[in-house]
């Protein structure tokens, strides 16, 4: 029952964010919104790490949108990926913003989850300054901080 109803939500959640999109570009002339908000917001809670992968959701908050829509967007900062997976598992978020692998590893797991969208992000591997490198060749034998079961460690592996 549970898969089912968390299955629903993420269908709810990539229509709804469709529909705002869409919606949002579609928007002509300077006529008042007449919606009624009187009804009940549907609430989207959304799992996500810092990244630019974020920006649209936050715009859609900012610019209003999901009030608009009548929708409570709920966007939920995690600094770690196994915090969010976690929350994601409890049923205590409809979607989370993850990669390929994490799709994977939750499918593997036995969740019922979809990619409903993709960015084309990079990833930069940075250095401190005192570090003395200046080129991805040197970091060979070096210690670095990258997060684990993610695709940016399967890169580097």
Known sequence: MEKINMKKKLI???LLLTAILLMAGCKTGDKEDKSDNTAEKTTIRIGMMSSSDVIPYV???KNGLADKYNLDLQLNTFTA???RDAALQ???LDGVLTDYIGICMYQNAGFDVRITGITDGDYILMAGKNTGIADISQIKGKSIAISENTLIESTLA
């Open 12 to 14: 709810l959640t990539t």
């Open 59 to 61: 715009l859609i908050n």
């Open 81 to 83: 990926a196994k915090d």
């Open 90 to 92: 409890a049923g205590e």
